[in-house]
């Protein structure tokens, strides 16, 4: 029996999902995604045009490949429906090769509502959501009044969907939380929801499972990144889902002893938006330059995002967590001007040196111990074998290899799924 590959986030999201997934499709005839929702952000640039994914998985412009939102990921129906639309636009039949998972929860428009009155209720201590709805609907889900894609096709469904508006405009008005309209959005939400019918809604588990018994190679596609995993992150600056590989299994339906090859997928060095601890953060030029050579600004929000230097600390902490069997170094073409790179190799945390990442992080200093590399000062986005490469970059990802005790298989050189260099 086949097992299912799994792509992951190692940092704080926004690694190059997008561009690692599509570049990885050719070798998988299914491509499901386990987690997240509309928060995320996958950009894919090919044949000169730019796509940015949020709920739709990476392998959709690969012929031949099938899709599956998995049970995992919460669903905006309004914006699934918009990026289908946009996607066809470019003549592919989404319908085709998407299918959708009964057991995904719904993210209803006062799921959205509650995202914004919570955050505003926080005031200072704000998360810095994407105000998808996406912590509101993990919340039912678990609280077990949630609705799910199944449900769409229940006699039921409507007298369901009002009561679970009523509790959150009870909630909402607790809040003190006055300030929105949902008439439009709701209008849009159930116009949307019938557009959905056309897909085939799938027991997920079962297919999955089937398609490996009968030999087929699936990826499974990770939203937002280890370090925002509801239960290891930096919480409760995180999302609210399990990110990390074992996500996987309770989001499609697969055993433990199911999941092959883990391809982890980070930055040469960190970015982070919204808030929480992040110890490798540059407020200086340097910073600034990564956030403008990187075009560092959310691919969902447009929110600029945090910038510092790679933490190693923080990646080799998510790569035993996720027993990452093969590392995805991104963007190294970002710093390709720079005389000298720098990562964390430990932290100095209340006068003492650690090497994991604190339990503490949000209260107390953690403050880099950093390595300093020489920087290759050439441009690397012409090279396509990994002899081509600068011995200063190479020295730099043999540092990493051996401090994380996995190997660098693929380095992405610039943006394009032709830049990108396997060994
Ligand atoms: P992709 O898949 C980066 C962050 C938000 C916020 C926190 C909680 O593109 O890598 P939420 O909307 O989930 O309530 O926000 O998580 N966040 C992401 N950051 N990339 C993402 O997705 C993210 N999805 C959520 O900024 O700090
Ligand atoms: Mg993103």
């Known amino acids: 029996m086949k097992k299912v590959d799994v792509v992951l986030g190692m940092q704080w999201g926004d690694e190059g999902k997008g561009k690692v997934v599509d570049v990885l499709t050719p070798n998988y005839n299914v491509v499901a995604r386990f987690q997240g929702g509309p928060n995320a952000g996958h950009s894919l640039h090919f044949n000169g045009k730019s796509f940015v994914l949020h709920t739709v998985p990476s392998g959709i412009f690969r012929d031949g490949a099938t899709n599956i939102i998995g049970n995992g990921v919460v669903i905006d129906p309004v914006i699934l429906l918009d990026e289908i639309s946009q996607i066809e636009t470019m003549g592919v039949d989404c319908t085709k090769r998407m299918k959708i998972s009964k057991r995904a929860n719904l993210i209803l428009p006062t799921h959205r509502i509650l995202d914004a009155a919570n955050e505003a209720a926080k005031g200072k201590s704000k998360i810095g959501s994407t105000l998808k709805g996406i912590g509101p609907a993990y919340t039912d889900k678990i609280a077990r009044v949630g609705l799910r894609i199944g449900d769409i096709n229940s006699a039921e469904f409507k007298n369901r969907y009002e009561a679970l508006k009523a509790s959150h405009l009870a909630t909402i008005a607790n809040l003190g939380f006055t300030d929105f309209d949902i008439t439009e959005y709701e209008a849009k939400w159930f116009e949307s929801v019938e557009a959905l019918r056309k897909f085939e809604f799938i027991d997920n588990e079962v297919v999955v499972n089937n398609l490996l018994a009968s030999g087929e190679a699936i990826l499974a596609e990770g939203a937002q990144g280890s370090l925002l995993d509801v239960d290891f992150g930096t919480y409760p600056f995180v999302t609210s889902s399990n990110t990390l590989c074992a996500g996987a299994c309770t989001g499609l339906g697969v055993a433990p002893s199911r999941i092959g090859n883990v391809f982890g997928i980070f930055k040469a060095y960190c970015t982070r938006v919204g808030a929480g601890p992040f110890p490798t953060e540059l407020f200086d030029e340097t910073g600034e330059a ?129 830049e990108t260099i396997f060994r």
């Open 290 to 418: 990564l956030r403008q050579i990187g075009h560092e600004f959310g691919a969902t929000t447009g929110r600029p995002r945090r910038c510092g230097w790679l933490d190693l600390v923080a990646l080799k902490y998510t790569v035993m967590m996720n027993g990452t069997t093969s590392l995805i170094m991104m963007k190294c073409d970002c710093m390709n001007d720079f005389d000298t790179v720098k990562a964390a190799v430990g932290y100095e945390v209340s006068g003492k040196q650690i090497d994991w990442f604190p339990y503490e992080a949000n209260d107390v200093e953690v403050k880099p111990v950093y390595k300093e590399f020489k920087g290759w000062k050439c441009d690397t986005t012409k090279c396509r074998t990994y002899d081509e490469l600068p011995q200063e970059l190479k020295d730099y990802i043999k540092f990493i290899e051996d401090y994380c005790g996995v190997p660098v298989n693929i380095i992405s050189v610039g943006p394009d799924r032709s």
